[in-house]
């Protein structure tokens, strides 16, 4: 069970990013996926999660309206469509699954992390 995030960089603010998180060693059908973001000195963050059915999504409420979660099960892929980025978007952003519960905006319920890519908004 592997996953890996990618799409990071530095971005000026009011730019527009996409995060993808690719799984391997297991069919993404029965996950739920989430983004969990680490800003330096702060706690993780869950920012975003998508359900294994795509029928359910979470935003936390700093990112409502500006990112966009979504999985193509066939590719096995989970994107993180950001927009309006700001300065304070700037975290290492890290995927997430669990197969425990439905929706979750606790980064402590995933069960399975990649390794993060860091995202930089600045100008």
């Known amino acids: 069970v592997q996953l890996q995030a990618s799409g990071g960089g530095l971005v000026q603010p009011g730019g527009s990013l996409r995060l993808s998180c690719a799984l391997s060693?297991?069919?993404?059908?029965?996950?739920?996926i989430g983004w969990v973001r680490q800003a330096p000195g702060k706690e993780r963050e869950g920012v975003s999660c998508?359900?294994?059915?795509?029928?359910?999504?979470y935003y936390a409420d700093s990112v409502k309206g500006r990112f966009t979660i979504s999985r193509d099960n066939a590719k096995n892929m989970v994107y993180l469509q950001m927009n309006s980025l700001k300065p304070e978007d700037t975290a290492v952003y890290y995927c997430a699954a669990g197969d425990r519960f439905t929706i979750s905006r606790y980064p402590t319920e995933y069960d399975y992390w990649g390794q993060g890519t860091e995202l930089t908004v600045s100008s």
């Open positions: 998508i359900s294994s059915s795509d029928s359910s999504t």
């Open positions: 060693g297991f069919p993404l059908d029965p996950y739920a």
